[in-house]
Protein backbone atom coordinates (compact mmCIF):
# COMPACT_ATOMS: atom_id res chain seq x y z
CA UNK A 1 0.00 0.00 0.00
CA UNK A 2 1.51 3.54 -1.13
CA UNK A 3 1.72 6.65 1.48
CA UNK A 4 -1.20 8.09 -0.77
CA UNK A 5 -3.65 5.11 0.15
CA UNK A 6 -3.33 6.36 3.67
CA UNK A 7 -3.86 9.65 3.62
CA UNK A 8 -6.38 11.02 5.62
CA UNK A 9 -9.93 11.30 3.57
CA UNK A 10 -11.72 13.81 6.05
CA UNK A 11 -14.69 13.85 3.40
CA UNK A 12 -15.34 10.22 3.71
CA UNK A 13 -14.78 10.14 7.60
CA UNK A 14 -17.24 12.88 7.99
CA UNK A 15 -19.95 11.19 5.53
CA UNK A 16 -19.27 7.80 7.87
CA UNK A 17 -19.89 10.35 10.74
CA UNK A 18 -22.84 11.57 9.38
CA UNK A 19 -25.05 8.41 8.66
CA UNK A 20 -23.88 6.84 12.06
CA UNK A 21 -25.15 9.54 13.72
CA UNK A 22 -28.36 9.60 11.74
CA UNK A 23 -28.52 5.67 12.53
CA UNK A 24 -28.56 5.74 15.98
CA UNK A 25 -30.55 9.37 16.46
CA UNK A 26 -33.39 7.64 14.20
CA UNK A 27 -33.23 4.52 16.29
CA UNK A 28 -32.95 6.36 19.84
CA UNK A 29 -35.65 8.47 18.60
CA UNK A 30 -37.98 5.90 17.00
CA UNK A 31 -37.14 3.79 20.26
CA UNK A 32 -38.02 6.27 22.94
CA UNK A 33 -41.64 6.96 20.25
CA UNK A 34 -42.37 3.91 20.29
CA UNK A 35 -42.16 2.53 23.96
CA UNK A 36 -44.15 6.18 24.41
CA UNK A 37 -46.69 4.45 22.44
CA UNK A 38 -46.88 2.03 24.48
CA UNK A 39 -46.94 3.42 27.93
CA UNK A 40 -50.41 5.29 26.60
CA UNK A 41 -51.81 2.06 25.26
CA UNK A 42 -51.13 -0.42 28.43
CA UNK A 43 -52.44 -0.58 31.75
CA UNK A 44 -50.91 1.46 34.37
CA UNK A 45 -48.66 -0.98 35.92
CA UNK A 46 -47.39 1.37 39.30
CA UNK A 47 -43.93 0.46 38.92
CA UNK A 48 -41.30 2.89 37.39
CA UNK A 49 -40.32 0.12 35.18
CA UNK A 50 -42.54 0.28 32.29
CA UNK A 51 -41.78 -0.02 28.53
CA UNK A 52 -40.32 3.53 28.32
CA UNK A 53 -37.55 2.46 30.54
CA UNK A 54 -36.88 -0.56 28.93
CA UNK A 55 -36.60 1.41 25.93
CA UNK A 56 -34.33 3.67 28.08
CA UNK A 57 -32.00 0.76 28.90
CA UNK A 58 -31.69 0.11 24.85
CA UNK A 59 -31.03 3.50 23.74
CA UNK A 60 -28.28 4.22 26.68
CA UNK A 61 -26.28 1.81 25.07
CA UNK A 62 -27.35 2.54 21.02
CA UNK A 63 -25.81 6.13 22.08
CA UNK A 64 -23.29 5.28 23.82
CA UNK A 65 -21.29 3.00 21.24
CA UNK A 66 -22.37 4.96 18.41
CA UNK A 67 -18.75 6.84 18.85
CA UNK A 68 -17.24 2.98 19.21
CA UNK A 69 -18.81 1.92 16.21
CA UNK A 70 -17.93 4.64 14.18
CA UNK A 71 -14.48 5.29 14.64
CA UNK A 72 -14.65 0.63 13.99
CA UNK A 73 -16.35 2.00 10.19
CA UNK A 74 -13.89 4.85 9.45
CA UNK A 75 -10.69 2.57 10.28
CA UNK A 76 -11.92 -0.13 8.18
CA UNK A 77 -13.54 1.57 5.32
CA UNK A 78 -11.69 5.22 4.91
CA UNK A 79 -8.53 4.74 7.07
CA UNK A 80 -6.54 2.81 8.94
CA UNK A 81 -4.72 5.13 10.04
CA UNK A 82 -6.13 7.01 13.53
CA UNK A 83 -4.88 9.09 16.43
CA UNK A 84 -6.24 9.44 19.59
CA UNK A 85 -7.50 13.18 18.63
CA UNK A 86 -9.12 12.06 15.46
CA UNK A 87 -10.86 9.39 17.19
CA UNK A 88 -11.98 12.23 19.72
CA UNK A 89 -13.20 14.49 17.17
CA UNK A 90 -15.41 11.50 16.19
CA UNK A 91 -16.60 11.27 19.37
CA UNK A 92 -18.03 14.90 19.20
CA UNK A 93 -19.25 15.07 15.95
CA UNK A 94 -21.91 11.62 16.21
CA UNK A 95 -22.95 13.11 19.44
CA UNK A 96 -23.96 16.16 18.17
CA UNK A 97 -25.32 14.41 15.17
CA UNK A 98 -27.46 12.10 17.16
CA UNK A 99 -28.74 15.11 19.20
CA UNK A 100 -29.70 17.48 16.18
CA UNK A 101 -31.53 14.24 14.31
CA UNK A 102 -33.32 13.29 17.59
CA UNK A 103 -34.65 16.90 18.44
CA UNK A 104 -35.54 17.06 14.70
CA UNK A 105 -37.10 13.95 14.60
CA UNK A 106 -39.15 14.69 18.17
CA UNK A 107 -40.44 17.39 17.02
CA UNK A 108 -41.77 16.57 13.39
CA UNK A 109 -43.51 13.77 15.35
CA UNK A 110 -44.74 16.12 18.59
CA UNK A 111 -46.47 17.72 14.96
CA UNK A 112 -47.72 14.59 12.87
CA UNK A 113 -49.23 13.79 16.23
CA UNK A 114 -50.42 16.33 18.75
CA UNK A 115 -51.64 14.41 21.30
CA UNK A 116 -48.60 12.10 22.06
CA UNK A 117 -47.16 14.83 24.18
CA UNK A 118 -51.13 14.78 26.25
CA UNK A 119 -51.15 10.78 26.12
CA UNK A 120 -47.74 10.27 27.68
CA UNK A 121 -48.26 12.51 30.52
CA UNK A 122 -52.02 11.22 31.32
CA UNK A 123 -50.30 7.91 31.05
CA UNK A 124 -47.53 8.56 33.87
CA UNK A 125 -50.05 10.31 35.91
CA UNK A 126 -51.88 7.49 35.90
CA UNK A 127 -48.95 5.01 36.60
CA UNK A 128 -47.81 7.28 39.58
CA UNK A 129 -51.36 7.28 40.90
CA UNK A 130 -51.21 3.41 41.14
CA UNK A 131 -47.43 3.54 43.17
CA UNK A 132 -48.00 3.60 46.77
CA UNK A 133 -47.21 6.25 49.08
CA UNK A 134 -46.43 8.80 46.01
CA UNK A 135 -47.83 12.02 47.23
CA UNK A 136 -49.96 14.58 45.17
CA UNK A 137 -47.40 17.56 45.13
CA UNK A 138 -45.22 14.93 43.36
CA UNK A 139 -47.13 14.36 40.50
CA UNK A 140 -48.09 17.61 40.08
CA UNK A 141 -44.48 18.53 40.21
CA UNK A 142 -43.54 15.71 37.60
CA UNK A 143 -46.56 16.89 34.90
CA UNK A 144 -45.72 20.33 35.37
CA UNK A 145 -41.78 19.02 34.35
CA UNK A 146 -43.52 16.85 31.45
CA UNK A 147 -45.50 19.26 30.17
CA UNK A 148 -42.39 22.08 30.01
CA UNK A 149 -40.35 18.96 28.70
CA UNK A 150 -42.73 18.57 25.64
CA UNK A 151 -42.01 22.19 24.04
CA UNK A 152 -39.48 23.54 22.10
CA UNK A 153 -37.62 25.56 24.77
CA UNK A 154 -37.92 22.00 26.78
CA UNK A 155 -36.82 20.04 24.40
CA UNK A 156 -33.68 22.63 23.53
CA UNK A 157 -32.76 22.78 26.74
CA UNK A 158 -32.90 19.40 27.15
CA UNK A 159 -30.76 18.44 24.35
CA UNK A 160 -28.44 21.20 24.95
CA UNK A 161 -27.85 20.41 28.82
CA UNK A 162 -27.80 16.16 28.09
CA UNK A 163 -25.26 16.83 24.85
CA UNK A 164 -22.33 18.21 27.04
CA UNK A 165 -22.73 14.11 28.82
CA UNK A 166 -23.61 12.26 25.43
CA UNK A 167 -20.43 13.97 23.92
CA UNK A 168 -17.95 12.78 27.18
CA UNK A 169 -19.69 9.10 26.60
CA UNK A 170 -18.67 9.26 22.59
CA UNK A 171 -15.06 10.27 23.21
CA UNK A 172 -14.95 7.76 25.84
CA UNK A 173 -15.92 4.90 23.31
CA UNK A 174 -13.96 6.57 20.55
CA UNK A 175 -10.76 6.66 22.30
CA UNK A 176 -11.51 2.33 23.15
CA UNK A 177 -12.53 1.84 19.57
CA UNK A 178 -8.57 3.97 18.26
CA UNK A 179 -7.12 2.06 20.49
CA UNK A 180 -8.98 -1.38 19.35
CA UNK A 181 -8.43 -0.98 15.95
CA UNK A 182 -6.55 1.85 14.45
CA UNK A 183 -3.28 1.81 13.47
CA UNK A 184 -0.97 4.39 15.23
CA UNK A 185 -0.35 7.67 13.61
CA UNK A 186 3.77 8.21 14.13
CA UNK A 187 3.54 11.67 12.77
CA UNK B 1 -3.64 13.83 37.14
CA UNK B 2 -6.23 16.67 35.11
CA UNK B 3 -7.75 13.83 33.52
CA UNK B 4 -8.06 12.12 37.39
CA UNK B 5 -9.86 15.92 38.16
CA UNK B 6 -12.06 15.92 35.17
CA UNK B 7 -13.57 12.58 36.10
CA UNK B 8 -13.75 13.32 39.77
CA UNK B 9 -15.54 16.27 39.02
CA UNK B 10 -17.80 13.93 37.09
CA UNK B 11 -18.39 11.80 39.14
CA UNK B 12 -19.08 14.80 42.17
CA UNK B 13 -21.85 15.53 39.43
CA UNK B 14 -23.47 11.80 39.57
CA UNK B 15 -24.02 12.25 43.01
CA UNK B 16 -26.58 14.46 41.89
CA UNK B 17 -28.81 17.30 43.98
CA UNK B 18 -28.66 15.52 47.07
CA UNK B 19 -25.17 17.37 47.44
CA UNK B 20 -26.69 20.31 48.14
CA UNK B 21 -30.57 20.58 48.41
CA UNK B 22 -32.47 19.39 50.99
CA UNK B 23 -35.66 18.56 49.32
CA UNK B 24 -35.76 16.61 46.50
CA UNK B 25 -36.05 18.62 43.42
CA UNK B 26 -38.39 17.87 39.97
CA UNK B 27 -37.94 15.65 37.32
CA UNK B 28 -35.92 18.06 34.95
CA UNK B 29 -33.17 19.17 37.34
CA UNK B 30 -30.16 19.90 35.38
CA UNK B 31 -28.64 16.57 37.13
CA UNK B 32 -31.15 14.33 35.89
CA UNK B 33 -31.26 16.07 32.32
CA UNK B 34 -27.37 16.00 32.22
CA UNK B 35 -27.23 12.52 32.15
CA UNK B 36 -30.18 11.50 30.52
CA UNK B 37 -29.28 10.98 27.22
CA UNK B 38 -26.88 7.90 28.86
CA UNK B 39 -28.72 7.01 31.53
CA UNK B 40 -32.40 6.18 32.23
CA UNK B 41 -31.87 6.40 36.17
CA UNK B 42 -35.36 5.04 36.97
CA UNK B 43 -35.74 5.26 40.97
CA UNK B 44 -35.88 1.75 41.97
CA UNK B 45 -32.28 1.28 40.21
CA UNK B 46 -30.74 4.34 41.63
CA UNK B 47 -28.83 4.92 44.63
CA UNK B 48 -30.27 7.88 46.99
CA UNK B 49 -27.78 10.28 48.37
CA UNK B 50 -28.63 12.21 51.44
CA UNK B 51 -32.25 10.65 50.68
CA UNK B 52 -32.34 12.84 46.98
CA UNK B 53 -32.14 10.31 44.08
CA UNK B 54 -28.65 10.31 42.69
CA UNK B 55 -28.23 11.52 38.81
CA UNK B 56 -27.48 8.33 37.10
CA UNK B 57 -28.18 4.89 38.14
CA UNK B 58 -26.20 2.11 40.20
CA UNK B 59 -24.76 1.19 37.08
CA UNK B 60 -23.84 4.00 35.71
CA UNK B 61 -22.51 5.27 39.13
CA UNK B 62 -20.29 2.09 39.15
CA UNK B 63 -18.63 2.90 35.41
CA UNK B 64 -18.77 6.64 36.71
CA UNK B 65 -16.85 5.48 39.52
CA UNK B 66 -14.20 3.04 37.32
CA UNK B 67 -13.47 5.90 35.42
CA UNK B 68 -12.18 8.16 38.34
CA UNK B 69 -10.08 5.52 40.10
CA UNK B 70 -8.97 4.15 36.89
CA UNK B 71 -7.51 8.01 36.37
CA UNK B 72 -6.27 7.88 39.32
CA UNK B 73 -4.90 4.81 39.73
CA UNK B 74 -2.75 5.95 36.37
CA UNK B 75 -2.46 9.11 37.44
CA UNK B 76 -0.64 7.60 40.70
CA UNK B 77 0.90 4.24 39.47
CA UNK B 78 1.81 5.17 35.91
CA UNK B 79 4.11 1.73 36.44
CA UNK B 80 1.67 -0.97 36.75
CA UNK B 81 -0.21 0.43 33.16
CA UNK B 82 2.98 1.03 31.60
CA UNK B 83 3.86 -3.13 32.40
CA UNK B 84 0.55 -4.27 31.36
CA UNK B 85 0.36 -2.50 28.44
CA UNK B 86 4.14 -3.41 27.36
CA UNK B 87 3.38 -6.93 28.32
CA UNK B 88 0.39 -7.28 25.96
CA UNK B 89 -0.77 -4.21 23.62
CA UNK B 90 -4.57 -4.11 24.33
CA UNK B 91 -4.88 -6.40 26.62
CA UNK B 92 -6.54 -3.58 29.01
CA UNK B 93 -8.79 -2.33 26.03
CA UNK B 94 -10.27 -6.15 25.13
CA UNK B 95 -10.93 -6.27 29.24
CA UNK B 96 -12.80 -2.65 28.88
CA UNK B 97 -14.48 -4.56 26.17
CA UNK B 98 -15.54 -7.40 27.98
CA UNK B 99 -16.60 -5.56 30.81
CA UNK B 100 -19.15 -4.16 28.48
CA UNK B 101 -19.99 -7.67 27.38
CA UNK B 102 -20.67 -8.96 30.72
CA UNK B 103 -23.04 -6.05 31.38
CA UNK B 104 -24.84 -6.59 28.39
CA UNK B 105 -25.54 -10.66 29.63
CA UNK B 106 -26.05 -9.28 32.64
CA UNK B 107 -28.97 -6.89 32.02
CA UNK B 108 -30.27 -10.00 29.41
CA UNK B 109 -30.01 -12.09 31.69
CA UNK B 110 -32.03 -10.22 34.31
CA UNK B 111 -34.61 -9.17 32.10
CA UNK B 112 -35.06 -13.20 31.02
CA UNK B 113 -35.66 -14.16 35.03
CA UNK B 114 -32.91 -15.85 34.54
CA UNK B 115 -31.27 -14.01 37.94
CA UNK B 116 -31.89 -11.01 39.78
CA UNK B 117 -29.65 -8.38 39.69
CA UNK B 118 -29.08 -5.65 42.76
CA UNK B 119 -28.08 -2.27 43.03
CA UNK B 120 -24.62 -3.27 44.33
CA UNK B 121 -24.08 -5.63 42.14
CA UNK B 122 -24.96 -3.67 38.84
CA UNK B 123 -22.91 -0.77 40.18
CA UNK B 124 -19.59 -3.32 40.88
CA UNK B 125 -20.34 -4.61 37.06
CA UNK B 126 -20.16 -1.30 36.07
CA UNK B 127 -17.09 -0.29 38.11
CA UNK B 128 -15.29 -2.93 36.71
CA UNK B 129 -15.63 -1.84 32.84
CA UNK B 130 -15.26 1.84 33.85
CA UNK B 131 -11.77 1.42 35.61
CA UNK B 132 -10.79 -0.55 32.33
CA UNK B 133 -11.85 1.53 29.75
CA UNK B 134 -10.48 4.58 31.07
CA UNK B 135 -6.58 2.71 31.85
CA UNK B 136 -7.01 1.22 28.73
CA UNK B 137 -7.28 4.52 26.67
CA UNK B 138 -5.22 6.74 29.14
CA UNK B 139 -2.40 7.45 27.20
CA UNK B 140 -5.33 9.79 25.21
CA UNK B 141 -4.84 11.76 28.52
CA UNK B 142 -0.80 11.98 28.12
CA UNK B 143 0.59 15.87 27.69
CA UNK B 144 2.55 16.06 24.30
CA UNK B 145 6.08 16.11 25.07
Known sequence: MTDQEFAPSTGSSFSV?????LIFGILSTVLQIAMGYVQINSEPSGSFFGPTAIGGVVVCFLTAFAGFLAVRAIVKEVNPVMSFGQGSLVGVQIALVITVTSVALSQVWYLIDPGYADGFIESTIANMEKMPGVPDEAIDSTVESLQKQFTLTGVLQ?????????IIV?????????????QKDEF | MLAAGFFTLLWIFTLGPGLYLPEPPRVNHWHYVAFSAVCHALPERTYLYDGIQMAVNSRCFGIFSGLMWGAWLHALIPIFAGWLENSRPKRLAWMALGWFAIQVIDVAGNQLGLWTNTLD???????????FLLYSIQEAFRLPT
Open chain 1, 170 to 182: NVLTSLLAVKLFA
Open chain 1, 158 to 166: TAAISAVVL
Open chain 2, 121 to 131: SRAFLGFGFGL
Open chain 1, 17 to 21: ILLYG
